[in-house]
């Protein structure tokens, strides 16, 4: 009896799951459907509609007009990404093994930038921007989302030096190491786990980052493709076979990264889970 009632659950538990499924995976079919399709097959009522003829004039229009974008979002999104990731990579080090006085203080700070909206340092920080000749530019946009990544970062990294033994720093200052080759020589070679966590966090968020990039950036030479897929829709009629393809564009990046980086990401987040 206990066992047919595992079975019922478990089939209830499945359908569920494949409801939240089609939910999620149609508006991604749509999506699809109408990036291929040409413009005159896009209404309302081929929606659903796979298209009559393919075409990807679509993807041509979109990318000849997001080509220099996307550029850009990469200019913004790896450097931002491996800096905060190095940055985080050593404050969790100081802050897990150095364990010098007030680190927990520190460490409060550090996590304090984490819950300061986006929106209540916009002014300030166009200001410091302009002051300094770098508002509208790319590396300005690099600063902010370093400097905004830096406590996230460093709370993964300190999460996973911290299950790592003591033993193994003890044991290369005993060897005569000092602090930083500890740091390059013991903990570095092992922390891949956990770059690939950070990396696509940071990536996927700097990449998809929306706030930041039209208000530190408004000439559209500079901007991000987030900015630009905005744009791409014009003010009068919405090509949405253009508009498709370009959403399609613009998330290319952040899958090839989950797709590469993806079956370690599991192993990142539980790597160190257990001491030893």
């Known amino acids: 009896m206990a066992e047919k009632t595992n079975k019922t659950s478990l089939t209830i538990y499945y359908i569920i799951l494949a409801v939240f499924t089609i939910f999620y995976v149609l508006p991604f079919y749509v999506t699809i459907s109408t990036s291929f399709k040409p413009f005159e097959e896009v209404s309302i009522s081929n929606m659903w509609k796979l298209p009559s003829k393919f075409?990807?004039?679509?993807?041509?229009?979109?990318?000849?007009?997001?080509?220099?974008?996307?550029?850009?979002?990469?200019?913004?999104?790896?450097?931002?990404?491996?800096?905060?990731?190095?940055?985080?990579?050593?404050?969790?080090?100081?802050?897990?093994?150095?364990?010098?006085?007030?680190?927990?203080i520190v460490f409060a700070l550090i996590l304090f930038g984490m819950f300061i909206p986006y929106q209540s340092v916009l002014f300030p920080l166009i200001q410091f921007f302009q002051a300094i000749g770098l508002y509208g530019t790319i590396p300005a946009l690099i600063i902010t989302h370093v400097i905004y990544g830096i406590p996230i970062t460093t709370l993964m990294f300190k999460n996973y030096y911290e299950e790592i033994p003591n033993e193994l720093v003890e044991a290369s200052s005993v060897d005569g190491a000092n602090i930083w080759q500890s740091y390059t020589k013991i903990l570095l070679p092992i922390s891949m786990p956990g770059f690939v966590v950070v990396i696509i966090w940071q990536f996927t968020n700097i990449w998809n980052e929306f706030l930041f990039a039209v208000t530190i950036t408004s000439d559209p030479t500079k901007q991000p493709i987030t900015v630009a897929l905005v744009n791409l829709a014009g003010s009068q009629v919405v090509q949405w076979n253009i508009q498709m393809a370009g959403a399609l564009i613009a998330a290319l990046p952040t899958l090839i990264v989950y797709i590469i980086l993806g079956r370690y990401f599991v192993r990142g987040l539980l790597a160190g889970s257990v001491k030893g």
């Open 55 to 104: 075409s990807i004039e679509g993807f041509k229009a979109a990318f000849a007009r997001l080509g220099p974008n996307l550029k850009n979002s990469f200019y913004l999104t790896i450097p931002a990404t491996l800096i905060s990731a190095m940055i985080g990579s050593i404050n969790g080090f100081a802050l897990s093994k150095l364990r010098f006085k007030y680190s927990n």
